[in-house]
């Protein structure tokens, strides 16, 4: 059994429990965080908190936490469960209150809530050779830059991928690709990596802010510009990129392929640094 955090305390993960009256349980009222960890080590650890804190001030929750007060909790986390490649899944809600009511409750602490499960080798997992992604209307609201906890739509996109026998939903808002469920989008234009630019439509995700860094410390072309639909069926190359994922080549969209439907050269090159940039952690962290 996996060990968790919560409010203050490490525990087996099945013994972890928090109130039916938890404003997460009652209104999907928190914000959340997914962090890889590679050979022990928390990654992007601090852009991460920086966009926890980020979400905690968009929904108005004070920081339970300090910086120095999460690493300490997240590397405890860490190192109580077994395997040097975890992914580490955290939230923060608004907490417990009395009764139930949309308002604000006038005094609750909130509930910190951490786990960690081991992560499969991404090179083990079958987005190497290509994952098949469907368009669909976001259907989302209009604070995306938000990691809430609140994933209702995402849960129905992402499913509604799943009955169609695809691996990821990309969205569709006003004729642009904003994101995918759960995963930032790219597209290769005429040689040009492209991906939506930052904004309360999608979230800023901590792999695409590395995929540019990477794209940008190598001579490699990227614009951060709209996707239109028609750009993206039209692509040379699409990606998908989250912290659990990695980068995913998208092979096929709506049934049809991308390219010659086998992941592509830009892809190829992008894969090999990012595993470098890891590696090369990973070394920092031996040494
Ligand atoms: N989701 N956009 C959405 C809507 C996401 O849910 C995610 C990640 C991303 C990529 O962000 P990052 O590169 O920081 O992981 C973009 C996580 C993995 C999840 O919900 O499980």
């Known amino acids: 059994m996996s060990t968790a955090y919560l409010n203050g305390t490490f525990l087996p993960l099945d013994q972890a429990q928090v109130s039916v009256m938890d404003r997460g349980f009652l209104f999907g009222d928190g914000v959340y965080e997914v962090i890889p960890v590679y050979n022990g080590r928390l990654f992007r650890l601090a852009q991460h908190l920086k966009r926890l804190q980020n979400s905690l001030d968009g929904v108005r929750i004070g920081n339970p936490m300090t910086e120095n007060e999460w690493t300490e909790v997240l590397t405890g986390l860490v190192a109580r469960n077994t395997g040097s490649e975890q992914a580490v899944y955290l939230q923060v809600t608004r907490g417990v209150a009395a009764k139930r009511d949309h308002a604000f409750p006038v005094a609750s ?126 692509a040379e190359e699409i990606w998908v990129t989250s912290s659990t994922r990695e980068i995913s080549p998208v092979t096929h969209l709506n049934d049809k392929s991308v390219g010659d439907g086998q992941p592509g050269p830009l ?21």
Not at 155 to 168: G, K, P, W, Y
Not at 275 to 285: F, G, P, S
């Open 267 to 287: 892809w190829q090159r992008m894969i090999r640094l990012y595993q470098d940039y890891k590696q090369d952690l990973r070394r920092d962290a031996a040494s």
């Open 109 to 234: 602490r909130p509930t910190v809530f951490a786990m960690s499960t081991p992560a499969p080798a991404v090179q083990d997992s079958a987005d190497e050779a290509g994952i098949k992604a469907i368009t669909l209307p976001d259907i989302r609201w209009q604070q995306c830059d938000i990691k809430a906890i609140t994933l209702l739509p995402n849960v129905l996109l992402r499913q509604q991928a799943i009955d169609a026998s695809t691996a990821e939903a990309i969205l569709i808002k006003n004729g642009h690709a904003t994101e995918g469920a759960a995963s930032n989008v790219f597209i290769v234009h005429n040689g040009v990596l492209v991906t939506t630019p930052k904004g309360p439509s999608l979230l800023p995700g901590i792999t695409r802010e590395l995929v540019l860094e990477l794209a940008s410390a190598n001579g490699i072309p990227f614009r951060e510009a709209g996707i239109t639909e028609q750009a993206l069926e039209q």
